[in-house]
């Protein structure tokens, strides 16, 4: 079992709907979550940090953490063709400097 | 603000050549600094981490002595590619973390280099 699982897609979502990308994770442990976005050719870009359970806003973009559940998901409002990415989850274990990623959720936002 | 720079974006060199690509945090202290590599189509692998002053911390399978890396300010990194092949041909990244206003464990990322050896 992979440490932080998301599904590699491709995700197609229709202009104006919501995107949801979800993440699991087998560490209970972890303590912080983190969504980035990576446009092909180029570096992550931090959207969102999770610590605590419940639901997090950021404009159109809700990130929700489950510690019993261990799974964190983001949700994308009102979805643009500029949110055509890849959007990578991670996450930091207790006491540990780095981050473990998943395999990233490729994002297709359809006009 | 948590803004990370990268020089130079993109280098060509021979076999055989080293290259050194610098990763600087222009706003704030970075305490710690990881160096990525990633293939295309491929997730980000972890190469190493250091801390300001500290030798680095390679991963698993990464060359120490191919892959150089010195972290001795708060605010810049360097990554020295040494005697360059061309497998070792790829997008290399830097992320920091640190005195950025928000946790200390959130990484920003640098834009990348693209290094081609040919």
């Known amino acids: 079992q992979k440490e932080v699982e998301q599904n590699s897609g491709p995700l197609s979502v229709p202009e104006g709907a919501i995107a949801s990308l979800n993440c699991t994770y087998s560490?209970?442990?972890?303590?912080?979550f983190f969504w980035y976005r990576q446009y092909s050719g180029k570096s992550p870009e931090l959207i969102m940090s999770?610590?605590?359970?419940g639901d997090k806003e950021d404009g159109r973009f809700t990130a929700q953490l489950n510690k019993a559940s261990q799974y964190v998901s983001l949700l994308i409002r009102d979805s643009q063709p500029s949110d055509s990415a890849t959007y990578l989850c991670a996450v930091n274990r207790r006491g540990a400097q780095k981050l473990v990623f998943g395999q990233g959720t490729r994002l297709t936002i359809n006009p | 603000g948590a803004v990370v720079s990268q020089h130079p974006s993109w280098v060509i060199c021979k076999s055989g050549t080293s290259v050194k690509i610098e990763c600087r945090s222009l706003d704030f202290q970075a305490t710690t600094m990881f160096w990525y590599r990633q293939f295309p189509k491929q997730s980000l692998m972890l190469m190493a981490t250091s801390n300001e002053g500290s030798k680095a911390t390679y991963e698993q399978g990464v060359e120490k002595d191919k892959f150089l890396i010195n972290h001795a300010s708060l605010t810049l990194s360097t990554l020295t590619v040494t005697s360059a092949h061309p497998e070792d041909s790829s997008f290399y990244i830097c992320?920091?973390?640190?005195?950025?206003?928000?946790?200390?464990?959130?990484?920003?990322f640098g834009p990348g280099t693209r290094l081609t050896v040919l």
């Open positions: 992320s920091a973390s640190g005195l950025a206003g928000g946790p200390s464990d959130t990484q920003y």
């Open positions: 999770i610590y605590s359970n």
């Open positions: 560490d209970r442990g972890s303590q912080s």
